[in-house]
């Protein structure tokens, strides 16, 4: 991703990207690189900058109908972190992302995320190889007890609650919740490779991990039952 930016001025980007890796460490490298070519993010109406847990069929609808409103200075551009894709969204932008004038999305996504072959295509797919930013927090978590672990979500849902979020957490506290499990799983993978016994006792574990990984990505799911069950359910 970084030596993608460090060659192409604004005249040269193509009309959709898709940046997977960590959220807060692709947009500070966009956030740079929008900078160097004197393209202002704060307070300018052509620039969207904008988070959605999961990015719903309605959401695409007004996403296709701003896109078709000419900027301020011509050119529009779009920062979006998305946590996940419903199915009928990615056919609906199919499209957009392919033909798009006078507009450019950066789409930021997790490493991992499921999404159509034909959905992809639209896209020039960057990674960021920046480690996760809750590496050091996922390792304290798999070595603490549940006591522990169940503190620590306290202050996690606390420290990422958002004002607009509905009780059951949502938004902002979502985004990280899922950052944060992703986090967990990646670490928690490479603790058990380590050596064959361990990654058989860990089986279990590792499974659960990834079916509370899925469950985020369904807005009805509550980002504080998951994480508490997870403190709770896993072994290591």
């Given amino acids: 991703m970084e030596q993608y930016f460090e060659k192409i001025k604004k005249e040269q980007l193509t009309h959709a990207y898709l940046l997977l890796g960590d959220d807060a460490s692709i947009k500070e490298k966009l956030f740079e690189y929008f900078k160097k070519q004197k393209i202002v993010i704060e307070g300018n109406p052509d ?76 896209f020039v797919v960057l990674r960021d190889d920046a480690g996760n930013k809750y590496e050091s927090e996922v390792k304290k978590f798999l070595q603490n007890p549940p006591e522990v672990r169940m503190k620590f979500v306290t202050e996690f849902l606390k420290t990422h609650k958002d004002e607009d979020d509905p009780p059951a957490g949502g938004g902002k506290v979502r985004l990280e919740t899922h950052a944060f499990v992703v986090a967990l799983m990646k670490t928690a993978r490479k603790q058990a490779a380590e050596n064959a016994a361990a990654f058989y006792a860990a089986s279990g574990d590792l499974q659960y991990i990834a079916d509370c990984e899925v469950y985020l990505r369904d807005r009805g799911a509550a980002p504080k039952m998951i994480l508490e069950s997870i403190a709770l359910t896993i072994k290591q």
Avoid: C, Q
Wanted: proline share 3%; glycine share 4%.
């Fill in 47 to 122: 620039v969207a900058l904008e988070s959605y847990t999961t990015l719903t069929i309605d959401d695409a609808r007004e996403l296709k109908n701003r896109a078709a409103m000419s900027g301020v200075e011509g050119t529009r551009y779009f920062i979006l972190s998305v946590g996940n894709f419903v199915r009928e969204a990615e056919h609906a932008l199919l499209k957009l992302f392919e033909e798009a004038t006078h507009a450019h999305f950066f789409i930021i996504m997790p490493a991992h995320a499921p999404l159509l072959d034909t959905f992809l295509s639209r």
